[in-house]
């Protein structure tokens, strides 16, 4: 019933054949539900002298055998309050029963042309009443079974909770379909998102909703299976009866590549499944040759220091040592780990290769060449001095962790090794340099054993997460120069 009366205290009895009307019909089976009206009322208010009575009757929301229905405002818990005179009555004494939403949108209405053409939105109790009512039809159909009686318990045991105290209670239509249907499931499959894509190592966070409903205590399982790894994860829930929504969440780093059907199975007196895809993508690793600069000479027989990077956003650890491998077109295999010393190369163009290879078998390539000359060429007649930085490792990252006034920076202490066959340590000229902002100190060089060290401020960009600074150690011997170089990475949070 979408309409309201109000009937002072005084010919309240008048309403009286309209009482025991629909008492009659509640009691023959039915369920009765009016508006509560939108007078912004207080449908239990109350005059006293001596005794106290209800100054006005509300009817047919406060007749016998009728369920009265509250709005509530739009997209809220709370009830529709628009100030004096205007939104939804309410019960001091439990008087307005549930609520419902109090605005709709609507269409265009062929009756009512004024209203326009166009949808738009209505409101009121007279809407909250059928919407109530709709909902009481859904659970009789879900079970016809059900008494009247039943039916309203269902409806007021699912309803939602609010923290407006003129708000008892407010409809639940899907949970109250939910326990009218019995012992059932849904599984709502929350993330990852159906064909997304995600790296080989990284973390997948797989979660899914089980909506269950239960007159019964059996347990609910839930497991999850791949279709390329097999049993992923296994649930157990032991809710008790009635409506619940259980959460079955767990993370996975470890899946193998390629295209996986992720199936989600949830029994307990039911069987629900849903299915959906997820890849798993190996992206090749990155190789990086960083000493000798390409083109570059050296005699027969004289050292050479090969060093290269090597990344994989795959494996965040870090690659081992055996992923690196070094060839020549000249030599062949000349072997692993990032930095190789070989004085062994044959004379002539060498393309050299550093091969970068993941856990999966994936590699990357990059090359450069060199010119090994006869030790009998002219350029050989003095051998070129040796240069080698030996710590910190090449590809070391750290985060900036003291400022001056040029910005953030990271202190390392460097430490290399150089020599000459010829020439005296202690005549060497050698040098460090970076490729980006830097400050360093005094260069120490040990005459006696090689050993060189300098301290630097290696400083951070203060618009990037990681600075790459080349750090490059030259030596000259007054004839011919020596190089050697690394990458450091120096961090900062951004």
Not at 13 to 37: H, K, Y
Not at 351 to 375: C, H, K, P, W, Y
């Amino acid at each position: 019933m979408s309409y309201s009366a109000d009937v002072p205290a005084a010919f309240s009895w008048t309403v009286l054949p309209f009482e025991l009307t629909t008492a009659a019909i509640r009691a023959s089976g039915a369920l009765l539900f009016a508006s509560a009206g939108n007078s912004n009322r207080n449908v239990d208010g109350r005059d006293c002298f001596i005794v106290c009575w209800e100054h006005t009757l509300h009817t047919p929301c406060e007749n016998v055998g009728v369920i009265c229905v509250g709005g509530l405002d739009w997209n809220s818990r709370n009830r529709a309050d628009y100030g004096e005179g205007s939104g939804s009555n309410w019960g001091s004494r439990s008087g307005v029963h549930i609520f419902a939403p109090y605005l709709y949108y609507r269409g265009p209405d062929p009756d009512n042309l004024g209203m326009g053409s166009n949808a738009g939105v209505i409101a009121g109790t007279s809407f909250s009443s059928p919407y109530t009512a709709a909902v009481a039809a859904l659970i009789w159909a879900a079970d016809p079974a059900l008494s009247a009686n039943q039916v309203w318990q269902i409806m007021r045991d699912t309803a939602h909770l609010s923290d407006d105290p003129t708000v008892p209670r407010y409809v639940n239509a899907y949970a109250a379909v939910r326990q009218a249907l019995g012992t059932g499931g849904t599984i709502i499959v929350e993330s990852p998102a159906d064909g997304s894509s995600y790296q080989l190592g990284l973390p997948i966070s797989f979660l899914a909703t089980i909506g269950y409903v239960t007159n019964g205590t059996a347990p609910v399982n839930v497991n999850w299976t791949s279709s390329l790894n097999g049993l992923l994860h296994t649930d157990s829930f032991n809710p008790g009866a009635g409506v619940h929504d259980l959460d079955s969440q767990f993370n996975r780093n470890n899946l193998a590549v390629g295209t996986h059907a992720i199936t989600v199975q949830a029994t307990g007196g039911f069987n629900a499944t849903r299915t959906f895809t997820v890849n798993v993508l190996n992206t090749p690793p990155v190789a990086n040759i960083t000493n000798p600069s390409t083109g570059a000479s050296v005699c027969e027989g004289e050292e050479v220091v090969l060093s290269g990077t090597g990344t994989d956003i795959n494996q965040p650890s870090g690659l081992p040592n055996s992923a690196f491998g070094w060839y020549s077109n000249l030599n062949d295999y000349l072997g692993p780990n990032p930095t190789l010393i070989t004085s062994s190369l044959n004379v002539g163009l060498h393309t050299l290769t550093l091969r970068v290879t993941d856990n999966q078998g994936v590699f990357d390539e990059d090359s450069i060449s060199l010119t090994v000359l006869a030790d009998t060429n002219p350029a050989c007649v003095n051998n070129a001095p040796t240069a080698q930085i030996t710590s910190p490792a090449n590809g070391y990252s750290e985060y900036a962790n003291a400022s001056d006034g040029t910005g953030w920076y990271l202190s390392v202490n460097f430490v290399g090794q150089v020599g000459d066959a010829e020439t005296p340590i202690g005549d060497l000229v050698v040098t460090w340099e970076s490729s980006s902002t830097a400050a360093f100190g005094t260069v120490n060089v040990n005459p006696a054993t090689g050993v060189t060290t300098v301290t630097a401020r290696l400083y951070a960009d203060g618009g990037e997460v990681s600075t790459p600074h080349t750090i490059t150690l030259t030596v000259d011997d007054g004839d011919r120069t020596t190089t050697h170089t690394i990458v450091v990475h120096v961090l900062q949070l951004i």
